[in-house]
């Protein structure tokens, strides 16, 4: 797992450090030692702790101005033992909502299972993001499986062309507007 980085081709556009709006603001990264893991697999540094011991982050870009956000995770989704969406929701979406961002490209490639739980704090999240929405783009299969046993598509748009393989090869802005019209188009026919 030390071996899986964060995308870091956009850093040229954003860098969640340097962001005064960023929980991630201000933090240093040191490159040179592995403190963080997940089941005692260590992971790179440049992921980011937001309270989960088996779920890390990485903001790759936000646009206050457009009011979105992307960000790619690393570990195991656990709300059943681990709470993670709690931790998430409070430690990192509250902090975000209260920028102005409501709409989210989750990016979880590297999510290697996911175990659910009660859905009340995806519940709230979706209901704060008012006229934004919540994608997950390439997700795994059987992670997305799971996800729609816990009923966590009422809230998360996930599967179907959100499996945008080639999002590396765009830019942030392009990723977005190719997100935003899949979800124009979902939200209109729903």
Partial sequence: MHEIEP???WLKYYDASNDPQSPFYGKE??????SENIYGYFIDPAWDFFGSETLYMKVLFANYEEGFIIIEFIGEWNDAINNDIMHLKRNFIEHILSTGINKF?????NILNFHGSDDSYYEEWFEEVEDGWIAALNFRDFVESEMANFEIDSYINFGGKLQVMNWRT???MALYQVVASLMQRRLSVG
């Fill in 170 to 172: 765009l830019t942030p």
């Fill in 29 to 34: 990264y040191n490159y040179d030692l592995y």
């Fill in 105 to 109: 490209i989750l990016i979880g490639e």
């Fill in 7 to 9: 995308y870091y081709n």
